[in-house]
């Protein structure tokens, strides 16, 4: 099965609120000194299970990110991770794009890959929480998608099974391949590379495509980001004693009783 | 194009809460634009939700068909294209729900329009949607210009105050027609209303379980949640 697994690098979703900080045009958040950015959480659980798909069924992963030269390092963890090749879309054109012109230059990359059976992607990104660019890749692929996917259950010929998360409990969907799944984190827990892995990724070539190497004509944006301003926020925090789950339920049951929230 | 058409939601065959919230918000945005605001409603026999779903609409479209529950995303966006073609609308507000993240981006995308997911400020600048969202895990807010000549918005729920309006002008009922089978097949459906559970460890499946003891014991929670707790101890489990 040869699958492809969209990637973003984003700022570390562990940067506490208050060492959040901003570009100078307040539209992008600067990581903060020593604090790397990261692959999205969601899609390293989507490069997980690609990873256990293929140690299942066999066949290559390919790692595919839209973003500035630094993302090359999210793309050695994913080749770190399990990934056989990986491609970098990094064309100043694109990088801040909207969710439309994102999801379009990575269903025109995974075009020109070709032969693809399934497509990866995280449910959302932590940094935007848009959720968009998976729907923009299957439009215009013509794939069909299932969203958010918690569980792949079977694999059967040219067919998965999946369990779809729903507000009241989950469905089982039957999807013909090839599609695209977004991915939730109760889907697995990704894996940490392994010693060997990290030093495959250092040795391992990246290419780098541009728009006009995957066919891609410009782009009108759909949505302007404005700007982004930080929200200044107290919070407090109470750990809850109880030696048992039951004990700490208890306890929590009477604060919030207290409270008045209940 | 012109207008506002707010989308309600159903649970249990019973208008959602949020429904009102989207008329909230819906009629604000349309008195800014200065364009009439209109009502759908996606789902199967829809007329007591209907009576419930007073938002001043002139209009509320009732998009029905059997095969539109269970929720599937391809039955859901042939509906909204249909109540979209009928209402021609500038601006589409749907509730922020698991299944309108699913189908929506995917209706933008066909639409070829621009959509921001999860709103919780509308703001018309002359005709420019101005819309805001928590991002960064809700660390900062962005701000967006929502483009296209049907701008899609999803709002988050519990923002907007949930209160009727006036009463609907008028309803027009739209026969919905069943999409042609798809390359998706819904096999069945598992439901509990602790789903979130499934993923949990078993430490704090045991808080859940005692919280939904004591709720219950105060009346705040009945007991199917008690019992949807132990269901989805076995879930999780299995995953």
Known sequence: MNIIVTVKQVADPNIPPAHIQLDPDGKRIISPFGVPPVINGYDANALEEAIRLKEKHGGKITAVCLGDDSSRESLKYAVAMGADTA??????????GDSATVGRALAAAIKKIGGCDLVLCGRQAS??????????????LDLPTVVPVTKIEAVEGQQLTVHRLIEDGYQRIKVELPALLGVSSEINEARHPSVRGTMAAGRAMIAGWKAADI??????????????????????????????????????????????LI | MAGVLVFGDTVGGALAPASLEMAVAGAALAQALNEPLTGALIGDDLAAVAAEFNGGFATLHLIEGKHLRPYTARSAIAAAKAAIDAAAPS????????????????LAAMLDTGLVMDCTALNAEGS?????????????????????????????????????????????????????????????????????????????IAVAEELARRFSARGTVGDQRIEATAIHRDLGREI
């Open chain 1, 87 to 96: 491609i970098l879309i990094n064309d100043p054109d694109l990088v801040n």
């Open chain 1, 127 to 140: 940094d935007t929480d848009g959720g968009q660019v998976l729907h923009w890749i299957a439009e215009a």
């Open chain 1, 215 to 260: 066919g891609l004509a410009a782009q009108t944006p759909k949505v302007e980001l404005r700007e982004l301003q930080i929200q200044v926020r107290t919070t407090k925090a109470e750990l809850i004693p109880g030696s048992t789950g039951a004990a700490q339920g208890a306890a929590l049951a009477d604060k919030l009783h207290e409270l008045g």
């Open chain 2, 91 to 106: 601006v589409v507000l749907f509730p922020h729900t698991l299944e309108t993240r699913e189908w929506v981006p995917r």
């Open chain 2, 128 to 204: 420019d949607l101005v819309v805001s969202k928590p991002v960064y895990g809700g660390g900062v807010t962005a701000q967006y210009v929502v483009r296209g000549n049907i701008r899609l918005v999803t709002v988050r729920t519990g923002v907007f105050e949930a209160r009727a309006g006036a009463a609907t002008g008028a309803v027009n009922k739209i026969a919905a027609v069943e999409p042609a089978a798809g390359r998706v097949t819904l096999i069945d459906e598992a439901k509990s209303a602790l789903a979130g559970l499934m993923a949990m460890e078993e430490e704090l």
